[in-house]
Each structure stands twice: as structure tokens, then as C-alpha cells.
């Protein structure tokens, strides 16, 4: 795979006032370039701190332990992302790698319209063009979101819809050209039909522009539809990532199968909707062996004594579990 972003070993942590939370544990995963790649897995599995360490804006205090995280533009020798100093971080960020957080929509300032929010953050980025070549950028940028200029760019964030602001966020991701976009849990809030649409329009920016995406969601069916790749994440560990299709196939990882077991608009027939018993783990209290041991249908005793080691197939697809083949 032509790899845009590699992360190599990652650890990260959260060094609190008594402990210190390991949020991530040894995640080694390739984001394909101009491909679409999505993490899945519950609430705290370590999703938005994998992601936001690749622009080096992992929440307060987190750190980066020890790993490597590499960025592979063409023709350049890799980026080391986890040396980068803050002026360096400066010109990374938005131009290489932007990243619409989770709950995005309410970062729009709403004493400001649509354009005026637009004009700053490129002032602040030193765009020193003409007024007129800035408004049409503008322009360009909403019209790849399918909103109408002429109305947005006059508006103010309460005359928008959620969906909407949605929109509005992506093309501002878009602002300085990125190679990668980040985009964490972009449709949540969102009711499925305007979900949908949402997916279908960073689908077509993907595939014409050629912009890297990757998409943290819970939601499996939107990756089934929409992602070339996906990694699955579980208590801060890569338990399975490949090509969508080989995955969802093969359903190599027990907690791979429990997720898309546990999807209704996957399994057809929705009395055979299965949810994974039990809840996710404590982060402070992982169990010992395989994280995903409690819960496991196919759990053997040696899987509570053993942490699985990661299996790389021939398709290219990683999975870690000791039942391999089960
Ligand atoms: P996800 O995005 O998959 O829901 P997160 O990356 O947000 O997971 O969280 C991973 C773990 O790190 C969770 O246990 C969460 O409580 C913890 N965590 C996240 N942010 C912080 C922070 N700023 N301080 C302390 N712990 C945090
Ligand atoms: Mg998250």
C-alpha cells in the first residue's frame, strides 16, 4: 500500500494527577494515500487521540510516549510528526493535514457570518490576496460542499442547519489545500438521511480532488458504504485493520464480528441483531492477556494469559487474536 501517513509503534498517554492513562498502546497502522480510512470502535477506545497526535493537538496532557509518526508526501523524505517544533507544527497543520474535530459545528463563531469567519482564518493564515480572488475561493470551497455561496457566505451560523454547518467545516478543512483530512465523527449529530449525503459528497471531494480522509465513526454501515480501509480499535489497541471488503468478509477479529453483528442495516434480517455483552473496558483496569478476552464468545483460557501478537496476512490485513483461524 502507498502509505501517506504511517504510524509506527504509537504509544500515547495521559499522565494524570495519581496514574498515568495509556489512552494508546502500541498502534501501528498506514493511512493509504487517497484512499478513504476509517477507525471504528466504542466510546474511549482511543480513536480521537490516535488522530489528533497526527497534527500533534492531542487534548491536555496528553503526550506522545514513545513511537513514531510518519508523513509521507511525494517526493520528500517523511515528516517525522512527533519532532516537529511548534513553528514547524504551524505550517503542518491545515496546508499538510487539517482536522475537523468531533462537535465541529459549534466552533462556528455566531456573531460572524459564514464569510467573515472564512476571510479571518485566511488572513490568519497570511493570504494576502485580493478581496475579490478570496471571495471566489470561497466560493469554490462551499460550492465542492453543494451549499449555494450567494446564501451562505451572507448568513450567520443560527440560520444554518446542522447539516449545514457540517458542510461548512469540511470546506473550511479545505481551506489551504490539505493532502489529509482528518474528520472526527463527522455526521453524529446528524439525522441518517443528511449522514448519508454528507458521506456521498466527502466520497466525491476524495476521489476528485484525491485528498487522503481519515473518518473516525461508530458507525459500521456508513464504513461498509463508504471507506477503503478500516482499523478497529479496542481499550486503546489495533485489534484488526485491511482493505473494508476483507474485513467485513472475513470478520477475522471476535470483535469485529461483534460489531457488525450489532448493525442493523448490516444483518438484513433484525432479529439476528446481536449486541456484544457486556461493556466496554476500563482503560485503567485493562485485563490482562487479550483486551477483549471478557467479553469474547470464543474465549480459551489461554487468551487471558497471553496478549495476542499482531498476525499479518497476505492480503495485507493485520489482525490480533490468539484464535486466528478459529
Ligand atoms: P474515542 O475517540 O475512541 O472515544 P478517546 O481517544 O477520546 O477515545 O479516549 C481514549 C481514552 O483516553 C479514554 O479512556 C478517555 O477517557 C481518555 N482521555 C481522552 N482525553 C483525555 C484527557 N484530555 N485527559 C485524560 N484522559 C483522556
Ligand atoms: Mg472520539
Given amino acids: 500500500m ?55 493537538c492531542i487534548s491536555e496532557p496528553g503526550v506522545i ?73 470561497c466560493k469554490e470551497l462551499l460550492e465542492y460542499v453543494k451549499l449555494d455561496p450567494d446564501r451562505i457566505l451572507k448568513a450567520y451560523p443560527h440560520e444554518l442547519s446542522g447539516g449545514m454547518k457540517q458542510r461548512v467545516m469540511i ?43 481519515l473518518i473516525m465513526t461508530h458507525d459500521i454501515s456508513i464504513v461498509a458504504k463508504f471507506a477503503d480501509y478500516v482499523g478497529v480499535m479496542y481499550g486503546g489497541k489495533l485489534m484488526e485493520f485491511g482493505a473494508v471488503r476483507d474485513v467485513f468478509k472475513k470478520r477475522r477479529h471476535p470483535y469485529t464480528e461483534g460489531l457488525i453483528g450489532a448493525t442493523p442495516s448490516i444483518i438484513h434480517d433484525i432479529s439476528a441483531i446481536k449486541p456484544i455483552e457486556g461493556t466496554p473496558p ?12 471478557p467479553r469474547c464468545v470464543y474465549f480459551e483460557e489461554r487468551c487471558r494469559q497471553q496478549e495476542p501478537d499482531t498476525v499479518v496476512y497476505p492480503d495485507g490485513s493485520k489482525c490480533k487474536c490468539l484464535l486466528e483461524g478459529r
Fill in 65 to 137: 510516549a514513545s513511537g513514531e509518526i510518519l508523513f509521507c508526501g511525494k517526493d520528500e523524505e517523511p515528516i517525522h510528526v512527533e519532532k516537529l517544533t511548534e513553528k514547524e507544527l504551524q505550517s503542518f497543520r491545515w496546508k499538510r493535514v487539517s482536522m475537523v474535530f468531533q462537535a465541529a459545528q459549534s466552533a462556528l463563531n455566531p456573531v460572524m457570518t459564514v464569510k467573515e469567519q472564512f476571510l479571518e482564518t485566511m488572513e490568519e493564515h497570511g493570504d494576502t490576496s485580493p478581496a475579490a480572488q478570496k471571495e471566489n475561493r
Fill in 171 to 213: 470546506a473550511f478543512s479545505l481551506l489551504l489545500d490539505p493532502d489529509l483530512i482528518i474528520l472526527d465523527e463527522p455526521t453524529t449529530a446528524l439525522d441518517v438521511i443528511t449522514q448519508s449525503y454528507i458521506f456521498s459528497i466527502l466520497k466525491e471531494i476524495n476521489r476528485e480532488k484525491g485528498i487522503s480522509m
Fill in 282 to 293: 476500563d482503560i485503567m483496569n485493562l485485563p490482562e492477556g487479550c483486551v477483549f478476552w
Fill in 2 to 56: 502507498d502509505a501517506i501517513v504511517r504510524f509506527q509503534n504509537v504509544h500515547i498517554d495521559y499522565p494524570l494527577k495519581k496514574y498515568t492513562l495509556h489512552a494508546v498502546s502500541d498502534v501501528s497502522i498506514d493511512i493509504a494515500r487517497g484512499k478513504i480510512t476509517a477507525l471504528v470502535g466504542e466510546s474511549g477506545s482511543g480513536k480521537t487521540t490516535l488522530s489528533s497526535a497526527l497534527i500533534r
